[in-house]
């Protein structure tokens, strides 16, 4: 599974007014809740909230993955890029400018560990993260992951 299964443009969001984790974990809510009646904003932000409780899920280098689990069918994801940052628990103690949210199906509680760890190792590469921090609007940020994790078929003349 890659990054670009998980988003759609309607959950990625571009944002300057963001200041907190409280409103940045609630805009995620937000956007992961949209065009699914059987989710809601409320529960999706108390289930990030109890999560992070457990431990933060700041990774460094601007970026974090926070995640739980609710009775859905498939994992899904919302991206916030942030122009500021918030000021959280960070290893390298940078301000976090991506967060990238995922929700998985309860049933998948214990098998989405190789989710994180793929998104991990794709959010922390700098040159992606300079890359998509100059984008300012979501259905761009959708089509440069589209072009970085599907590249169009390359056909050679005969």
Do not use: W
Not at 12 to 18: D, K, W, Y
Not at 27 to 34: G, N, P, T, V
Not at 61 to 87: E, M
Request: hydrophobic letters at 40%; aromatic letters at 4%; glycine letters at 4%.
């Amino acid at each position: 599974m890659d990054i670009t299964s998980l988003l759609s443009p309607e959950r990625i969001a571009c944002e300057t007014e963001v200041s907190s984790k409280k409103r940045a974990f609630e805009r995620l809510a937000e956007m992961l809740a949209s065009d699914q009646t059987e989710l809601e904003p409320e529960a999706i932000f108390d289930a990030l909230i109890n999560r992070e409780k457990l431990g933060s899920t700041t990774l460094g280098n601007g970026v974090a993955i926070p995640h739980a689990c609710r009775p859905i069918h498939s994992p899904r994801g919302a991206l916030l890029l942030l122009q500021d940052g918030i000021k959280m628990d960070t290893p390298d103690k940078k301000p976090v400018q991506l967060f990238m949210a995922i929700l998985v199906p309860t049933e998948e509680q214990n098998g989405h560990t190789h989710l994180i760890t793929e998104l991990t190792s794709i959010l922390l590469q700098k040159s992606m993260l300079e890359q998509i921090s100059q984008f300012h609007e979501p259905k761009t940020v959708m089509d440069y992951l589209v072009t970085l994790f599907n590249p169009p078929e390359q056909r050679f003349a005969a």
